[in-house]
Structures are given as structure tokens and as C-alpha cells.
RNA sequence: GGCGCUAUGGUGCAACGGUUAGCACGCGGCCCUUUCAAGGCCGAAAUGCGGGUUCGAUUCCCGCUAGCGCUACCA
């Protein structure tokens, strides 16, 4: 058999915030497809902005990283603990004339708005004049003597030279992408970008800058295929100059399309939840969430929505995914919880119910012994009617615990009739009064009253289950009865008696 | 402003020159029913605009428009 490569991918995140629902789609995009082929994950960590870096932040992007089941092989990496390599990258690309020394002082191009230059340019169309590209600097022509002399300068103001790619003023810089296909801009059109920073006045590291970083850890660690959002698109021909500057053969590009929000612009704070950890947090299932980002942006050629683990690993490619933009439509995703909430294997979803009842406070461990079957069953119970995971420990909380309260809307509904009174009492009795605890038996106590006291059963229904649950919905009533037990039942109609009595007489 | 990318119902995807333009979410209705979900059935709803190419365009080409992205010594 020919010994085709493996493939290597990466997931690059940069701790400067929590991790966003689109780098977490490009992270599950990455791991399907290494597993897919039977490649390697590989996890980075580009923190090379020492002053926007917050290194706190890497655990909650791991931590959300394994919520997922996104695991990696290899990593994490982080760039600030080999910074030295990239110096060395620079200064290699110097020395093949790729690269030269920028003498500028950083305030003239630094910072979002880069006054400086944009000042210049603003006056000149004023003027009606040609709006002069600044893209190519004029360090990049400089003589021996001119270079001097700059440096003297630069040296004078305290900061060192930075190091800028010579980008060639003419002619086409091309790369192959996977999604968007065969890529080709006018290098007149590339500015000259900065490889390596200058340092600061009084520090000495010569810290790199995104692209050369991204590279030269790309081409080191043998990455193959760079899996990342479409809004690095415009910048990769600087990288693929960057690979041919430095004679690696660059790899197969493939950009995502962007997940925006409600209103079409790029998915911000504004638009609420953007964080995987608040999702994590409201309680959605982490298969659920993964099948529903992946699906943004990506398809597996058919109309397969439900997919799980095992059919996205066999069916994802590159070759599905899409070049138009997605928007995050919260109530698909919702939709996918539920789905997941009920057509799991039991088993599958307890582990989840656990932690929930113990977030909050109201486990039992002989649920996880001699009553594994009961809990088993009551989560089956309660399920169909559940949309997030604090459902279990709250709108089912009557099944769990004796600690529940009389939910006021539902009160207000089904505890109305004044008659309501005296039949829960007598309900009460004919139920303390039963033998034989099973569907069928409370089922006809029930009937029988209503039948002897010419009412309709739904009144005594509904009545009950806000005495017992403490919600007007609730399971098929009998069988909510069988799961919480006779003792409990009449316990918890003889304590709601009085407030029976109270809400009617009200 | 410049450069680039994209364009199928409200949303996510399918149809990759020939279909009554399909599926799902959401929405409306009906069924089921002790509540509310789930489930089943039915329905409304789309090829941005204008030119080409072609026997035939959702599909290929061009223009327009719109949206988004990039345009930092951030990633």
C-alpha cells in the first residue's frame, strides 16, 4: 500500500477571551477531520501579545475544549515558551533578502488606528491627490549609509528595528484552498507586514508577530491541512509568501465561513451567549451543541440533521463544507437539545442528570447503587418534557426531593374549585387507605371518587399533580405517582391540604 | 476608500445544466391527550436584480446591489 501521509491539523486559540462558538466549531471542524482521516490533532496556544494575553484563560478554553470531546494528541503548545525560534526564522528570511529592517518608529504604524498614516492619507485625497499606498515603506530602499543613519536614529528615540517581509512589487502570490478552491492576488495589493516586532524601548525580545509565528510553528510542527475561520482568507497569501521566503512547501489551506449572529453581523457580546462556557453553564449536552455547530457552515451531502459522534466521524470532509456565512439560530439549538434529551440511551444522559442534581444539592448516592434502576427510570419519566438540564433539578425536582415548592401560576390554574377541599381529602384517604401500589390502582381510586361524586377525573387530576409535583405539568399523573412512591404521595397530599384549602377559599 | 469572499423560504442545509426546487428548525392548523411536552399528519414560506451562454439555467459567465471579511509592530 502507498504510505500516504497522515494528515496533521491544528487548532490554534489565542487567550485573549473565553472560547467563542465560532473557534469552537473551527476546533471541531479540525478534530473531525484528523479523525476522520486517521491524522493527528494537534492544540496551540498563540499568546505571543504579552500585554492582551490573559493566561488565566487557557484552562476555561481547555476545559471547554473537553466539554466538547475535542481531544488532542499533541499539546498544548504555547509560543511563548519557544519564542526564541521565531527571531531565528526572521533573521533567516533577512538573510535571503525576504525580509528587511524597518527603522519606523512602532507609534507610526501600531495600534487599531494607526493615526499616523492614516492622517497622511486622508489629507492627500483632500487634496484630490492619488491616495498613496503606504504600503511599501521606505526603509525597504534604504542604502548603507542611509540605513546608518536610521538606525542612529531609531537608536537616539530608544527602540530597535523591526523586520518587515519584502513583499515583491509585482506579480501574483497564489495558494490552494479547499473550500474556496484555487487563490491568486496581485502581490501589489500585499503590503509590506511585519515579521518581527521592534522591541520596546528597555526590553530586548524580539517578539513575532501572527503570521511569521503561525508559520513558522506550522511548518515545524508538519501541519498539513490549516483548518481556520474565513476571515483569515485575505491574509494567507502573506503566509504563503512567508513558506516560500523560508523554502517550505506550504500546506492545503481550508477557511470556514463565519457563524454570525441574529442580525447578520459578526456574533458578539451583543448578541448574548457567545461563549461556549455559557452554554456549558445553562445546561445544554455537549453532543447536542457539537451536532449543532457543526452543521453550521458544513453538511454531509444529504439532509442528515441528527448526527452523532460515531456518524460525524465517519462523514465528515472537507469537501462539505460551505462558503456562505451562518448564523447561530438559538432555537434549532434548543431543538437539537431536546432531541438529544430524549432519543439518548439512558445511560447516556445520566451521567448528566447526576451532575446536575448535584450542582444542585440534591443527590443521592444510593441512586448510583442500589437504586440505579429507580433513577434510571425517572429519568426516563421526566425527560420528554425537558429542554436543558436544570429541568431535572427544577421543574422535576419533585422527583428527586421532598423539597419542592407550589408553583404560583399553577396554583392559581387547578386549585381554583371550591369544591377542591373536601374531594382531596377523601382522594387522600381512598390513596393511604390503597394496598396495592400501581398505575392501574390510583388510576381508579381517582376515577371511582370522581364517578361517585359526579366530577369530571380532571379535576382531581390536575389538583394532584400541583399537590404532589408542585407543577401544573408534569408526567402522565399515575405513573408519576408509582415513581414518588405511596408513602411520599400521601405525605405530600396530606401536607398540600391546607393550602388547598387556603387557595380556594381565597 | 481599496482589495477580496459570498448570495436558495425568517434560519441551517440539499438539488453540483433538465426535479411539481427537497429536508430540518421556527411558524400556523389538525390528531393524540388528565397538564405540558414528545410524536403523527397537513399547510404557508425561497432561487437578490439585470444581462448573457445554452434546446434548457438555482446551477456557467459578466455587471449591479447587498452582506461579510481583510486593510495593526492583534490574533
Known sequence: MTTASKPRVRFAPSPTGYLHVGGARTAI??????????????????????ERNKP???????????????????????????????????????????????????????????????E?????????????KKQRCGCRHLDEAGRKAAEAQAAEQGFQPAIRFRVPETGTTAFDDAVFGKRE??????????LLRSPKAGQTARLPT?????????????????????????????????????????????????????????????????????????????EAFRNFLTLLGWSAGDDAQFLRTAELLERFSL???????????????????????????????????????????IWREVWAGAERDWFLRTIDLTRPRTRLLPDFSTWARGFFSDDFFYDGAAMEKFWKDAKLP???????????????????ACDKVLRDLAAAEGIKAGLLINATRVAIVGQAVAPPLFDTMVAIGKERIVARLRRALPAIAAKTSS
Not at 494528541?73 to 526564522?89: H, I, K, M, W
Not at 497622511?120 to 498613496?132: F, Q, S, T
Request: charged fraction near 25%.
Open 29 to 50: 471542524f479540525n478534530w473531525l477531520f484528523a479523525r476522520h482521516e486517521g491524522g493527528t490533532f494537534i492544540l496551540r496556544i498563540e499568546d505571543t501579545d504579552v
Open 210 to 286: 501572527y503570521h511569521l509565528a503561525c508559520v513558522v510553528d506550522d511548518i515545524e510542527m508538519r501541519i498539513t491541512h490549516v483548518i481556520r475561520g474565513a476571515d483569515h482568507l485575505s491574509n494567507t497569501p502573506k503566509q504563503a509568501l512567508i513558506y516560500r521566503g523560508l523554502g517550505a512547501a506550504p500546506p492545503v489551506f481550508a477557511h470556514v465561513p463565519l457563524i454570525l449572529g441574529p442580525d447578520k453581523t459578526r456574533m458578539s457580546k451583543r448578541h448574548g451567549a457567545t461563549s461556549v462556557g455559557s452554554y456549558i453553564e445553562e445546561g445544554f449536552l455537549p
Open 422 to 440: 373536601a374531594l382531596m381529602e377523601k382522594l387522600t384517604a381512598g390513596y393511604a387507605a390503597l394496598t396495592e401500589w400501581n398505575h392501574d
Open 185 to 194: 492576488v496581485q502581490n501589489a495589493e500585499i503590503e509590506d507586514f511585519v
Open 56 to 118: 488565566e484563560l487557557v484552562d476555561g478554553i481547555l476545559e471547554s475544549l473537553r466539554w466538547l470531546g475535542v481531544d488532542w494528541d499533541e499539546g498544548p503548545v504555547f509560543q511563548s515558551q519557544r519564542l526564541e525560534v521565531y527571531p531565528a526564522a526572521a533573521d533567516a528570511l533577512l538573510a535571503n533578502g525576504s525580509a528587511y529592517l524597518c527603522y519606523c518608529a512602532p507609534e507610526k504604524y501600531a495600534g487599531g488606528d494607526h493615526a499616523e498614516v492614516e
Open 319 to 361: 469537501a462539505g463544507v460551505s462558503r456562505t456565512n451562518a448564523i447561530f439560530d438559538r432555537p434549532k439549538l434548543e431543538w437539537f437539545n431536546t432531541q438529544y434529551l430524549q432519543k439518548l440511551p439512558v445511560e447516556d444522559l445520566a451521567p448528566h442528570v447526576e451532575a446536575e442534581l448535584k450542582r444542585a444539592k
Open 120 to 132: 497622511v492619507e486622508e489629507a492627500e485625497e483632500a487634496e484630490g491627490k492619488k491616495p498613496l
